[in-house]
Nanobody, 118 residues
Framework: VQLVESGGGLVQTGGSLRLSCAVS????????MGWFRQAPGKEREFVVA????????PYAASVKGRFTISRDNAKNTVYLQMNNLKPEDTAVYYC????????????WGQGTQVTVSS
């Protein structure tokens, strides 16, 4: 499974960005996909995930109501729409994938930088 993120950049506080994660090697509807982020000097943290069926989309409390995960099965791509961005959202964002029965994410993208200026 290969994951390629895109869509990061520099945005002002209150702005929006949409990240994309193109998946190859597996169909997104058969695996669980997640977005994580890592800010400078901090550990990587969970942001949001989407189950293979799309019925489960748990969000971290810090992004709930501002971020939305979605998926385009035809393009085999997962998206992260980020609205009302805050400086504390600044981080490298990673998409990840795991088999539904696995407890750990096995596949990771290279990451894309998101910087929110105040």
């Amino acid at each position: 499974v290969q994951l390629v993120e895109s869509g990061g950049g520099l945005v002002q506080t209150g702005g929006s960005l949409r990240l994309s994660c193109a998946v190859s090697g597996r169909t997104v509807s058969t695996i669980r996909m997640g977005w994580f982020r890592q800010a400078p000097g901090k550990e990587r943290e969970f942001v949001v995930a989407i189950s293979g069926s799309g019925s489960s989309t748990p969000y971290a409390a810090s992004v709930k109501g501002r971020f939305t995960i979605s998926r385009d099965n035809a393009k085999n791509t997962v998206y992260l729409q980020m609205n009302n961005l805050k400086p504390e959202d600044t981080a490298v964002y990673y998409c990840a994938a795991r088999n539904p029965s696995a407890s750990m994410y096995s596949y990771w993208g290279q990451g894309t930088q998101v910087t929110v200026s105040s």
